[in-house]
């Protein structure tokens, strides 16, 4: 629909997924004057399913660990990473720290042979953990695990400066809505990016699209200072700390669509964390949220399409609970798409752009909120 010189693009939703690929949009098209990005969203943070979320580095629930995951997973990685090492970890909330799996329970899986995670090698540090420290956890009693460098979010904070950066765009609008039909956006956009998640079953009439209902309880324990991920006679569990609180879980209920508090759930929640770290039954009460995870039977969906009314779309949804691990590289292949049907000029773009660091060229802090004081309580 566009004129020769103004490009329209709609991106669909507002969680990490959608606000990733607008900032890897406008760092592709920084030259350009004539885009119009304009995001649609039901929803924005703090109430979207990725506020919810724990917010930490690691790839897992996928049926199919492929090379797209481990691409994806490996670039979003090195961008956390390097954001740590920035002015932004404070304000963004990002957090480096180690995450210790435990495999197993009471000696469950002891004749298995445990091999390394598929996704070892994309870490800054990987190793077993040996016999020693295995018996620590001696309420577990785990039969193999291992240590990672990983980097945990918290999301809230990270999608609020995402959108400030974005905000102070001209180029940029946002637009509180609700879409039911691609065709609501006819002649209005020269291409659609799908980024609503669950809110993909409808829209896309996508029936593998299914909700994977989780249930956390934030506490404060200032004391945990790791990501633990462990195996229980109830279940999996986790232990994930953030900036304010220490996130516990959780659930992961296949076509569960509840989004109210289980008081059973939160009791279950609090003694398996408990069988991990001790010190947890002393808790008796938190901060218990519920969010719906969109899963997807054939994991993430990223393509394009025309659809049959001749709208352009690139769908990039099913992330399940690895949005914050696969965002950055997801939304970096949602662009390599675009950039095939909206051309721009790259050899310009490149002499550029490359003068700043990767993470500084996806976003930046707003001048308005550089000053930002951190007190002691001492």
């Known amino acids: 629909m566009s004129s020769s010189n103004k490009y329209h693009i709609t991106i669909i939703g507002a969680g990490i997924i959608g606000l990733t690929t607008a900032c890897t ?118 039969t193999s695990g291992y240590v990672i460098s990983t980097i945990a979010i918290e999301v809230r904070y990270y999608l609020r400066e995402l959108r400030r950066f974005l905000v102070q765009d001209s180029r940029v609008k946002f637009i509180k809505k609700k879409i039911h039909s691609f065709n609501e956006l006819m002649n209005t956009t020269d291409v659609i990016i799908n980024c609503t998640g669950l809110g993909s079953r409808q829209l896309t009439n996508d029936q593998t699209v299914r909700s994977a209902r989780g249930q956390i309880i934030r506490i404060h324990a200032p004391w945990i200072k790791s990501v633990y991920n462990f195996d229980t006679d109830e ?30 759930d939160t009791k279950k929640i609090l003694r398996m964390c408990s069988k991990c770290l001790p010190a947890l039954k002393q808790i008796h ?17 990223l393509e394009y399409e025309k659809t049959i009314d001749g709208i352009n779309v690139v769908h990039c949804y099913g992330h399940s609970n690895s949005g914050i691990t696969l965002s950055w590289g997801c939304a970096k292949d949602v662009v390599e798409i675009i950039k095939k049907l909206l051309p721009f000029d790259s050899k310009q773009h490149e002499e550029i752009i490359n003068k700043l660091p990767l993470h500084e060229q996806l976003w930046r802090l707003t001048e308005t909120n550089k000053k930002f004081f951190l007190r002691s309580k001492y």
């Open 25 to 142: 949009l406008l760092k592709e098209y920084s030259l350009n004057d004539n885009i119009q990005l304009i995001i649609i969203s039901e929803k924005f943070s703090p109430n979207t399913t990725s506020d919810i979320s724990a917010g930490y580095w690691e790839p897992y629930e996928f049926e199919f660990m492929d090379e797209r995951i481990l691409r994806w997973a490996s670039y979003t990685y090195n961008i956390f990473l390097s954001e740590f090492f920035s002015i932004k970890a404070a304000q963004a909330g990002i957090m480096k720290m180690s995450a210790y799996t435990l495999q197993g329970f009471n000696g469950q899986n002891k004749d298995k042979n445990i091999l390394k995670p598929q996704f070892s090698t994309l870490v800054r540090h990987f190793r077993m953990l040996d016999e020693y420290e295995i018996e620590m956890f001696d309420y577990l009693k785990p």
């Open 235 to 264: 279940g999996e569990a986790y232990i994930i700390p953030q900036s304010n609180s220490i996130v516990l879980g959780g659930t992961f209920q296949i076509n569960n669509w509840n989004t109210s508090t289980i008081e059973s």
């Open 285 to 301: 009460y938190g901060k218990v949220q519920v969010g719906l995870r969109p899963y997807r039977d054939n994991g993430v969906r």
